[in-house]
């Protein structure tokens, strides 16, 4: 039997944010580490939170206009090397299949690490005119990029993602849309996950390998670093040309298509956890918390407390709330801590007293407090209390990161501001080596370039700068 | 721009069924050859298909207590091997991955074949104690099985599938599971996919290797041919042994579970074609059809045309109803043949005279009939006739299966009946020598096991049988 009290189960989130990140997702049930090296089993609490994710974004997706489709996991290596910087990028990372049905394969086959490749090939072979165009397909897939450290969401050997892939007439649709992907993520992130994000494009040094640019949402972490939460690529004519992607124009002339991909995976999940989780464990946003409320009955033997809660559970489940009921032989503590931990956004307490009067209690998980609210409309106020909690946490996370983004002037204040758990917006030439010195002075990189005109002058060389840039440590 | 008449676009179904379902699988787009020899790509009018069985399953599966979750593609060679039977079927067939992130692995890991080996590896963990028991979850998830001789959807190299795997306290209860899944899944091909099944166990020689009994769905497909749509396995204490999977029951006594796994595929995709599939296509059946409806504007210049059919779109959406409206500028009928082709369950015409009187015309794609609707009530008329086609399909194809499944007293009989494309039902004595045999005469396998109390006598040993069994060809 697990301890009455949350804080000797999980290590205190302030002064040891990683062991806190790894007490949770273990203790939660979110993951587990798979028996190969670098690998994560997505347990039944967690992978609820990918289906719900999943939903929000395939339904956005389907909106604006994207089909899906699945492309195969085995890509010849010499499609890989197809596109220059491409294989560059990735070939240290895959995972090959030499042999296979017992015997040496004649090429060895790469475990995709992203499906530009093996998709461009199929592009080539299906579109002939300019009538098939624009292109839009996306793609649930795992895929695996062999790392050396590990973490459960933020980084494993295989994760799942959605990959989207389209092709277009010409470099500004294709703009367009890259920007467009960019847009929806943003927008994603805010209403279903609750999290503020810096959208923007990214340097040279930091973009996906073969992209002409790549445009990041880049999300702050409790303890001030960032992670990328999703990236969007226009590719230019990059990948078109590497896999003949042509079509016959309404002018009579054959023309190389505008690729563009764009991808979000399982982090999302590590960046729910570290941007609203607090010393009691995980805070779930409520779009995707896979239970919303849980009921827990106070002196549950008592007659009338059994029914009570079960009714209340199908009223809300009728009303489309994803809803438990705790009837375990734990005592209600207990259960407090546990489903405070488990980071359900609403607990209701219902006992005899609270019958009697015709009430229920309810707690929320963000702000913790409690509140009494009448039975008969108990449905009613869930549903409110559920759009009050998604509102309050994107507030909360938002206020937070807001007031940690810091200016500096000088390398010395952007390394106390980067290690005081801020990001930090100074101004940047738009050299590799200004870029290189900043990593090697302040451990900190280029998260998103932010505006075009700038008056700044660059933070390392004290030139003019080109771009202000959001600097950062970054998971 | 493609013929007008389809007759020249794909091959006669009853003399060349084979080509008829290469040239139907590829000219509707379902699904194209991968890059990699055995692969494929699964492309959207394919994929929604799949998405819509997932659907439908899914629910089938959250309904019955399952939990969705996800498992490490690679598994190490050496958990393979601790199921003697196991890896004796599966090893053959396996991907091996022996080189990642630049470097040679220590041990060489497979791509999973199915899961039992690394899920019975976490359940191992995960289970203490009975009230832990029954575990019952479910992946979606892609496997590779690589095979000499491929087709799509029917046997590719790598497909896509969900993998149900369960732990129970006693084998009474691993049983009853085992059963009630291959209920569910009958229950689903024929509400979902209008399809007649036959559900049985297997025989030793056809059972999955590493269980203590496997149960199949067989499904007739249109050349008489069987075609394995679904198998569910109880793997008694096997699975439990190998990966010590112990709990601590009531009785304080440390127990092996029971473990049980099931599957489909997107083999259904193959089975729905050619089950249903006519000289002219596709015929689709409507739970799962990507399209239900498409309208087809005749004379679609006239004033108002363009209008009606868009408002009748919508008003069908709005209804559930998933809709085309084929504004391309083909012809009428091109356009008839083109989503004749493709499967369709409901053609609505709507022209300027239709319009007038307040009708539109409406082909069944499994009939080929036409009638008149109301334009008023047609979004009811659509509903309406998509469930009298799937009644329609289902009867039709149980009908077909019915009148073909004939009765042998002999090998000669058992030959003549299966080359005649039919299921034989004929005795057995249970002993491989004469399963093999009737492999070697007749080309036909023992498909499910129907009669625990016979009287029959083996077909060919002539003892007396212990099983009346239903032998067919097979894919």
Redesign the interface.
């Known amino acids: 039997m697990a301890k009455d009290n949350f804080v000797e189960q999980i290590a205190d989130i302030d002064t040891d944010f990683p062991q806190w990140y790894t007490d949770v997702v273990l203790k939660t049930k979110l993951v587990?580490y798979?028996?190969?090296k670098g690998?994560?089993?997505?347990?039944?609490y967690g992978?609820?939170i990918?289906?719900n994710i999943q939903r929000e974004l395939d339904k956005r997706f389907k909106a604006s206009g994207h089909?899906?489709?699945?492309?195969?996991?085995?890509?010849?290596m010499s499609?890989m090397t197809k596109e220059a910087e491409h294989v560059e990028g990735f070939?240290?990372?895959?995972?090959?299949?030499?042999?296979?049905?017992?015997e040496k394969l004649a090429e060895?086959?790469c475990?995709r690490p992203t499906s530009e490749t093996?998709i461009g090939?199929?592009y080539s072979?299906?579109i002939q005119s300019y009538r098939d165009l624009p292109v839009k397909?996306n793609q649930w897939?795992?895929v695996?990029r062999?790392?050396?450290t590990t973490r459960p969401f933020l980084r494993t050997?295989?994760f799942?993602w959605q990959e989207g892939h389209t092709v277009h007439a010409t470099g500004e649709e294709a703009m367009e849309h890259t920007l467009r992907m960019l847009h929806i993520y943003g927008e994603f992130a805010r209403s279903c996950l609750a999290m503020p994000v810096l959208t923007g494009r990214k340097t040279e040094k930091e973009k996906f390998a073969g992209a002409v640019a790549t445009f990041g949402m880049e999300a702050m972490m409790h303890d001030g670093k960032s992670l990328q939460a999703g990236t969007t690529h226009y590719l230019g004519q990059n990948f078109a040309k590497a896999f003949d992607i042509k079509f016959l124009d309404r002018d009579g002339t054959l023309k190389y298509g505008y690729t563009t991909s764009f991808g979000v995976s399982t982090r999302l999940i590590g960046a729910i956890i570290m941007t609203h989780g607090d010393r009691r464990g995980l805070v779930l946003p409520p779009v995707v918390a896979p239970v919303q409320a849980v009921i827990v009955p106070i002196a549950s033997k008592k007659e009338g407390v059994p029914e009570a809660c079960r009714a209340l559970k199908e009223k809300l489940e009728t009303a489309g709330v994803r809803v438990a009921l705790d009837e375990s032989e734990n005592s209600p503590g207990w259960k407090f801590n546990e489903w405070e931990m488990k980071g359900v956004p609403v607990r209701i307490e219902l006992g005899p007293r609270d019958l009697e009067a015709g009430k229920c209690l309810m707690a929320r998980r963000d702000t913790l407090e409690k509140g009494e609210y009448a039975l008969d409309s108990a449905v009613e106020s869930v549903q409110k209390l559920l759009g009050e909690i998604s509102e309050n946490m994107y507030n909360a996370a938002k206020a937070r990161m807001d007031s940690r983004i810091v200016r500096a002037n000088s390398l010395d204040e952007l390394l106390a501001g980067v290690e005081g758990g801020n990001f930090v917006r100074a101004g940047w030439c738009g050299c590799r080596e200004c870029e290189d010195k900043v990593k090697e002075f302040a451990q900190a990189t280029a998260r998103v370039m932010e505006d075009e005109n700038t008056s700044d002058t660059c933070i390392v060389c004290g030139k003019k700068a080109e771009k202000t840039v959001i600097f950062a440590r970054a998971y």
């Open positions: 587990d798979g028996p190969v690998t994560m089993v997505i347990r039944p992978y609820a990918w289906e089909e899906n489709a699945y492309f195969p996991l085995l890509i010849p499609f070939a240290p990372e895959v995972a090959v299949v030499t042999h296979a049905g017992g060895p086959l475990v093996i090939s199929m072979k299906w397909m897939a795992n695996m062999w790392e050396k050997s295989e799942l």
